[in-house]
């Protein structure tokens, strides 16, 4: 069945960095644009970064453009979300999500190609 699971998040100070993982199985994970989202508690959930299925072409929020950069290895099926200068406004529930990209938007796939979110804390 298809599986993403994320890992990397934990506690770090403002200015510091983490390195996401999102591990994916079950799919042919070299067919989809994946995506990071991340919701914070009483926030709307926010499409933070997305990659096109050969990693061809990136797309950031404007909140966390050239802080946040975005890659994957079709040949290990996972996909990364390298945080850079984090802030505490980055504090949230990083979730992957395998979907499609087309003509500039990304749609996200159902709820089977979610992963379960790795939390990130960003404080002093």
């Known amino acids: 069945q298809v599986q993403l699971v994320e890992s990397g998040g934990g506690l770090v100070q403002p200015g510091g960095s983490l390195r996401l993982s999102c591990a994916a199985s079950g799919f042919t994970f070299s067919s989809y644009a994946m995506s990071w989202y991340r919701q914070a508690p009483g926030k709307e959930r926010e499409l933070v970064a997305t990659?096109?299925?050969?990693?061809?072409?990136?797309k950031y929020a404007d909140s966390v453009k050239g802080r946040f950069t975005i890659s994957r290895d079709n040949a290990k099926n996972t996909m990364y979300l390298q945080m850079n200068s984090l802030k505490p406004e980055d504090t949230a529930v990083y979730h992957c999500?395998?979907?499609?990209?087309?003509?500039?938007?990304?749609?996200?796939?159902?709820?089977?190609?979610w992963g379960q979110g790795t939390q990130v804390t960003v404080s002093s």
């Open positions: 999500n395998a979907g499609t990209y087309l003509r500039g938007s990304y749609y996200p796939g159902g709820s089977d190609y």
């Open positions: 990659i096109t299925s050969v990693g061809g072409r990136t």
